[in-house]
């Protein structure tokens, strides 16, 4: 199925070493839609226990809680984490997605589940990548750019061959325009997002299943990130939402609030201790005052 390179080819397309955002799915339901929509949602312990588990040395300061597939995806230094009994799910960027069979063992390993499923879409290049684990064996492994193979291990899926006979052929390469050479019949970003979408038995990126997640910053921000954080694109979205329907916005991107250590409770009790105490100390000094006249 590999497909044969045209013109030159940038890092990416080289497999080199490719940044981007993965989606991880754990399921143990046999019905995901169903659990999401009538099992509570995880709470923040959930991700927090996650990420205790994934690397002890993180520091964790929570920046939100929100339904993934209304939200703008993960960013540096930042886990999405939530779901439901059954049902689990982990985002964040990772510095190489080129090959999701070599995805590090403890992002797949923390949380149990008898099916694995991960995916990466990036619709400005066209890059796509989508791997199946059951019951810890890796059962199918496929991405590509547009003009590059650069792993495709276990058998295809019913959907692919789709997408191999030419059925959604793409007109336009993403952000460039036509381009010269032999490519692949598809934008693997798209195959992708199919593949997820029948292992799962539902499209994730629908906003009729919410999927319940809080998150996380790990890079060491004390305050939440502000809108400005979110890609351009989906600020305006969330503006002319906002805008339309004012009363009836049901989620934010980001919750605002400051996350405090125990050091900080410490000096801001240690702070008021000590107002208390001067306070006291010129009441006490005037009532001498008082007493000596």
Not at 142 to 171: C, H, M, N, Q
């Amino acid at each position: 199925m590999n497909a044969p390179l045209s013109g030159s080819s940038p890092d990416f397309e080289s497999g080199v070493s490719r940044r981007g955002v993965v989606t991880i799915w754990y399921v143990s339901a046999e019905a995901p839609a169903k659990a999401l929509m009538s099992s509570p949602p995880h709470g923040r312990g959930f991700g927090r226990k996650f990420l205790a588990l994934y690397d002890s040395t993180l520091p964790i300061t929570p920046i939100g809680d929100f339904p993934l597939n209304r939200s703008a995806e993960s960013g540096s230094g930042e886990f999405y984490i939530g779901g439901v009994e059954g049902v689990a799910v982990v985002q964040t960027e990772l510095a190489d997605v080129s090959k999701l069979s070599a995805l590090p063992r403890k992002l797949l390993a923390e949380i149990a589940a008898s099916d694995i499923y991960a995916s990466v879409s990036d619709a400005s290049t066209g890059f796509g990548a989508f791997a199946h684990w059951h019951q810890g064996e890796l059962k199918r492994a496929y991405s590509a750019t547009r003009y590059r193979t650069l792993e495709d291990t276990g058998l295809p899926i019913s959907v692919e061959g789709e997408y191999w006979s030419g059925k959604f052929r793409p007109a336009v390469e993403p952000n460039k325009g036509p381009r010269e050479g032999v490519g692949l019949p598809f934008l693997p970003s798209e195959l992708a997002d199919a593949a997820i979408a029948t292992w799962l038995g539902f499209d994730p990126k629908n906003p009729d299943t919410d999927i319940p997640v809080s998150a996380f910053a790990v890079d060491g921000r004390r305050v939440a990130p502000s809108s400005s954080t979110v890609p351009p694109a989906k600020r305006a979205a969330v503006s002319a939402e906002k805008e339309a329907e004012p009363e009836t916005r049901a989620y934010d991107d980001y919750e605002e609030h400051q996350a405090e250590s125990s050091d900080e409770l410490r000096d801001q009790l240690t702070r008021i201790g000590n107002r208390a105490k001067r306070l006291t100390s010129r009441l006490v000094s005037a009532a001498r005052k008082k007493l000596r006249r």
